[in-house]
């Protein structure tokens, strides 16, 4: 059914609903835990190693004035440089075969590259090459590698926990209501239909309706709000929320992949793996650096051995430019950033689908708003019915169209019945019903080939009334035809959302143009544009006519984000720059959309704008951060201000290196109290 625009919810929710995401069988969250620990025990293993080996090295022995020596010393400490580089090193040299199998060098390729020259000049060194090894250099480089590493895991480890969060909601048993009582059963076992008890302080084992109980229920796992709302029979809960302080009896509706929570984390985990231009930049710049930093260090060491310096000398300034050169920062200056805000969006109610166009809403200038259901709230109540046609009695119109309106669930549909409920009358059956595509409803009622339509089929199909009646500005109205002719009509009132006057004045604030687009009569539409200080609007529009009105739009030059419904307004939500799907209750399926909002509150609108803004600005942040780190660590570690007494060793590099990325993972942990403030 669809008199403003839209078609029946339920059922295009249903079929649109085919794709969905798989339930999560593991958690990122371990794996990156698993890597930490690793980097951790390396770590801890080469610095007890590099200890020893700093102690016996004769350049330290020299700044400290102390002497260590005894025969085989030398061999002492290529032993423990061995194990260092194999052990110590095994991360980054397996790093480098899994880039070069790709054919993406980056960041392993340099620091494998680096340490391995280091320790085969050095090697052959104590094996009888003329030169000086430098072993302690090449332990110290790899200590502060792993270490560097290990901060990293451990930032995207954190960075992964509020999914990991996410995953838990979901308690491991249920109780089952047989007719014997209850009993235990693991949710895994449970099937559309179980009927549940869940006792006070519980989680609710799975997506259902309440047939028994009345209690308040903590819902932030759907709203990102811990606030309780009270819930009562015949509501919707959540799988994951928290029961309050009564007994609820429910029967299921959703289980395993079907269910809210598992769409939610398949959509975030999407969100996190799919690249943004943002991304792609950084992957370019990364694999860019990598070239420039291999070229710049052979130069490097040619330039200083055609300068006449010997050849410890030179490879030190080679392998100190490659370690600096380490697209390190730069490699998790995106993808930190990306699982903060992705993971932080999610629990404020906002489900990312593209991050291209998430990170674009900074670009927004003009948000057009569908009507039902997104700036009202789609619930309709019968205001008056009439019949104009001498044939019909008034309450012969509410009869026919409740017997054509029961096998739908549009909101319109739900508001004819209640009132032929609320009047006493007996509702006939109907036959051959089906939806006319954004207009109304059409089939057969006692025998009358009957017709619900809105003022756009009326106008369409050039059919006038005469004394047309006047809705008033809460009004919708819509008609009853009988074999194509006029028979009479039905008013319904929806009212706006508390919530839709402030998110107008907000993206006003924002210097961004609010329009309104929508199926209803000129009047109705020309009533809540003046209601709520709309820019503009475009009324009797057909759902295939709205992409037209959001090409309009784009053709002056306007960056339209469209909201509306994840299915019914498909079309205009693929044209819109941005689509946001708003409305959808629990059904995360709006296939079209872009970004979903979980709570359907216009408000949330700004929160996509605001937080696609902060996490683009902490983007460039981060890539300036990395990139300008190299700009003045690179000519240093290459030797330039050498005659000025400034150079910087390799371990000082991978100090310098690592601090870059560190700067970058906490400036990405800002983030997330923009977002959530």
């Given amino acids: 059914m669809d008199q403003s625009g839209k078609s029946d919810q339920h059922r295009t929710h249903h079929e649109g609903d085919s794709h969905h995401h798989p339930r999560v069988k593991h958690s990122h969250g371990s794996h990156h835990k698993k890597m930490a620990d690793d980097f951790k ?46 052990y110590g090193g095994w991360p980054f040299l397996t790093g480098l075969a899994n880039e070069l199998k790709k054919k993406q060098p980056g960041m392993m390729t340099l ?22 090894p430098f072993f302690w250099e090449l332990a110290t480089l790899i200590v502060v590698m792993l270490a560097g590493h290990w901060i990293e895991m451990k930032s995207v480890m954190n960075a992964s926990k509020s999914l990991d969060k996410m995953m838990e909601l979901m308690p491991d048993t249920a109780h089952k209501i047989t007719e014997s009582g209850t009993e235990e059963v693991k949710v895994s076992e449970l099937k559309v239909g179980d009927k549940l008890l869940v006792k006070p302080g519980e989680k609710l084992p799975a997506d259902g309706v309440i047939f028994e109980g009345h209690s308040s229920v903590d819902e932030s796992v759907v709203t990102g709000e811990s606030k309780p ?72 060491l040619a330039a200083w051995l055609i300068a006449g310096r010997d050849f410890n000398f030179a490879l030190s300034r080679m392998v100190t430019v490659m370690v600096i050169a380490c697209p390190h920062a730069l490699g998790l200056a995106i993808p930190l950033v990306v699982a903060i805000s992705t993971s932080a969006s999610a629990k404020n109610g906002l489900l990312i689908r593209n991050r291209t166009q998430f990170e674009n809403a900074r670009k927004i200038n003009v948000v057009v708003w569908d009507k039902t259901g997104t700036l009202t709230k789609g619930e309709f109540a019968v205001s008056r019915y009439e019949s104009l046609n001498k044939d019909f009695a008034n309450k012969e119109i509410l009869k026919l169209a409740a017997g054509l309106e029961q096998e739908s669930e549009h909101p319109i549909a739900a508001g004819i019945l209640k009132k032929a409920k609320e009047e006493g ?10 939806n006319i595509t954004g207009e109304g409803v059409k089939g057969n009622v006692e025998g009358k080939d009957l017709k619900i339509v809105n003022p756009a089929w009326l106008k369409k199909n050039n059919i006038t009334i005469e004394d047309k009646p006047k809705p008033d500005h809460k009004e919708t109205l819509v008609y009853v035809l009988v074999d194509d002719r006029p028979a009479g009509f039905i008013a319904l009132s929806d009212e706006l959302r508390e919530s839709s006057k402030k998110a107008v004045k907000k993206l006003k604030e924002m210097k961004i143009d609010s329009w309104l687009i929508t199926g209803d009569s000129k009047e109705v539409t020309e009533s809540i544009a003046g209601e709520l200080d709309l820019k503009g609007y475009y009324a009797e529009v057909l759902p295939d006519q709205k992409q037209d009105k959001i090409k309009e739009l784009q053709m002056k030059g306007k960056y339209v984000a469209m909201i509306g419904d994840g299915v019914n307004d498909a079309p205009a939500l693929a044209q819109a720059d941005i689509g946001i799907a708003i409305g959808s209750g629990t059904d995360v399926a709006a296939e079209t959309a872009d970004i979903i909002l979980v709570e359907s509150n216009p408000l949330d609108v700004t929160k996509v704008i605001a937080f696609g803004k902060a996490t683009h600005k902490k983007m460039i942040q981060n890539l300036i951060y990395a990139t300008a780190y190299n700009v003045v660590a690179i000519p240093l570690g290459a030797g330039v201000l050498f005659w000025a007494g400034i150079m910087i060793n390799p371990a000082v590099g991978a100090v310098l290196m690592s601090l870059s990325t560190v700067t970058v993972a906490i400036n990405a942990q800002f983030l997330k109290k923009q977002i959530t403030t």
């Fill in 41 to 86: 025990v390396r770590f801890q293993v080469s610095l007890a190693l590099t200890i020893p080996l700093l102690l016996l090295s004769t350049t330290i022995q020299g700044w400290f004035g102390y002497e260590i020596q005894f025969i085989g010393r030398d061999y002492v400490i290529f032993g423990l440089a061995a194990v260092l580089f194999f």
């Fill in 425 to 434: 009358i007996d509702v006939p059956a109907s036959k051959s019903m089906e």
């Fill in 229 to 300: 709302v009270p819930r009562g029979v015949n509501d919707e809960v959540v799988g994951g929320s928290v029961n309050g302080n009564s007994s609820l009896k429910i029967e299921v509706i959703k289980t395993g992949d079907d269910t809210f929570l598992s769409k939610v984390i398949g959509m975030v985990q999407e969100a996190k793996k799919q690249k943004s231009k943002s991304q792609n930049l950084a992957d370019k710049a990364a694999f860019w650096l990598t070239i420039v930093a291999i070229s710049v260090g052979v130069m490097t």
């Fill in 111 to 132: 620091i494998a590259l680096a340490i391995a020259v280091a320790f085969v000049y050095s090697s052959a060194i104590v094996f009888g090459l003329k030169g000086k």
